[in-house]
């Protein structure tokens, strides 16, 4: 696409950007999309844990009063997943999108419909309210969440990491994971104030809502973040040159499917371990234990923000040893915590700290890397759509379907059966490593 074809078909709100930041020398440094990845990723992981955490918390008592407890949340946790489902649709949807129209508009249309589906969520009556609907309302709600995440992939990553020094790609690499920490923080800290200040009836009433407001506005923000870089001439000249030009699904998988696959299984440790340290424990403490959860929200967020320092740590010891053995290395980890996390989490206050405390360590030095393994292992010209498929299989598989799965094994099974999931995710990490033995290793 050339530049008078982008230029044609950009938005005012695009043009508004473009003179904002117009300068004639303007080259992007590394440091300046860093800034748009954080405010971006921060929104999209912003939107997951708010719904979560609702998920856990409020869904199985304003959706499915009608069963037990354990139902209602595993109800809520299938149709937690029908997001991680209607995601690649959405990344089909908007590529066509942005072929067709440009960048700018797609993320628009992307980051409002994910703004505006999540805030739609606050308005939404329960089941006393309109019955079984409310159930049906939540699933159209949550597949519009994944159909615009799977817009939200805007190549800014790919740009940071074509833009980074070669001695720093690690370092770079970890600059976009850093949202799912910062995301959780605020998530976790905003239902804990709320459970904290009303009573029970008026936080199930009027109280949780406030959480799926806040997410709008900070789509809002990260929209005029993104834009800002990618409206930008360094970015045109990358777009033009086809290192982040949307190519055509099909052919693409034809070429590049082997890689689509092995890159989806190379993260499916950290993964795993991301929801079995968020989602996973919130469930299995309201469900099977005395302890308030705005206690173990606070929890959480003290695990998020060891994590926060683990995935800074993870840019510094990649660029020392590689990407690929850090990941190797830590899924060896992920799988000897598989072991040790069922004892933890049921061992009481202090088990529960250490489980949060450890399991956030490993997912940030795993998660860390988890997307800077991908883009230099595809063709250049396919770069920007296989990165895409790849994110939309690796959540679903490794993600989607972990709070349910891990739930119902334990259930079943008793806990030690989630940390055999937990284990089943390191072990596909450590074969996708194997198997592929040059994944990251052009590209330290």
Do not use: C
């Amino acid at each position: 696409m050339t530049s008078q074809a982008i230029a044609f078909t950009s938005t005012p709100l695009e043009d508004d950007a473009r003179r904002i930041n117009a300068r004639g020398d303007h080259k992007i440094a590394p440091g300046d999309i860093s800034i748009g990845v954080i405010i971006g990723r921060t929104s999209e992981f912003f939107d997951f844990f708010v719904y979560a955490i609702a998920s856990v918390i409020v869904f199985p008592s304003l959706v499915f009063p009608y069963v037990d407890a354990l139902t209602g949340t595993l109800y809520s946790f299938a149709i937690f997943a029908v997001a991680f489902i209607t995601r690649p649709i959405g990344s089909l949807i908007f590529m066509a999108v942005d072929r067709r129209y440009g960048r700018g508009t797609k993320l628009t249309a992307a980051l409002f419909l994910l703004g505006g589906s999540t805030a739609s969520i606050a308005f939404m009556p329960g089941y006393a309210t309109i019955g079984h609907y409310a159930a049906v309302v939540l699933v159209i709600l949550r597949a519009a969440q994944g159909i615009a995440l799977g817009g939200t992939w805007d190549g800014l990553a790919s740009l940071l990491s074509l833009n980074a020094p070669q001695h720093q790609r690690g370092w770079y690499a970890m600059v976009p994971q850093l949202g799912a920490p910062l995301a959780l923080l605020v998530a976790s800290g905003l239902f804990a104030f709320f459970l904290l200040t009303l009573s029970r009836a008026d936080f199930l009433d009027w109280g949780w809502r406030y959480p799926f407001f806040v997410a709008f506005a900070i789509n809002v923000v990260a929209l005029f973040a993104r834009l800002r870089i990618v409206v930008t001439t360094e970015f045109e000249r990358l777009f033009e040159q086809k290192d982040l030009q949307p190519s055509e699904v099909l052919p693409t998988i034809k070429a590049e499917g082997r890689n689509i696959v092995l890159g989806a299984f190379a993260p499916l440790a950290s993964f795993a371990l991301f929801h079995m340290v968020t989602v996973f424990p919130l469930s299995w403490v309201a469900l099977y234990t005395d302890q308030p959860i705005e206690r173990f929200l606070i929890i959480e967020m003290i695990g998020a923000s060891v994590g926060l320092l683990a995935i800074v740590v993870s840019g510094f010891i990649a660029d020392q040893i590689g990407r690929r053995s850090l990941l190797g290395w830590s899924a060896g980890g992920i799988a000897i915590f598989s072991v040790m996390a069922p004892l933890l989490l049921n061992g009481g206050d202090l088990g529960e700290v250490a489980f949060m405390i450890l399991g956030f360590m490993l997912l940030g030095l795993a998660f860390g890397q988890s997307s800077g393994v991908v883009a230099s292992n595809f063709a250049t010209e396919a770069r920007y759509t296989s990165s895409a498929l790849t994110s939309d299989l690796a959540w679903l598989v490794g993600a989607g379907f972990a709070p349910l799965v891990a739930l119902l094994l334990s259930v079943k099974f008793g806990l030690a059966a989630s940390g055999i999931y937990l284990l089943s995710g390191a072990v596909a990490t450590m074969v996708a490593l194997y198997i592929n033995k040059e994944l990251a290793g052009r590209d330290r």
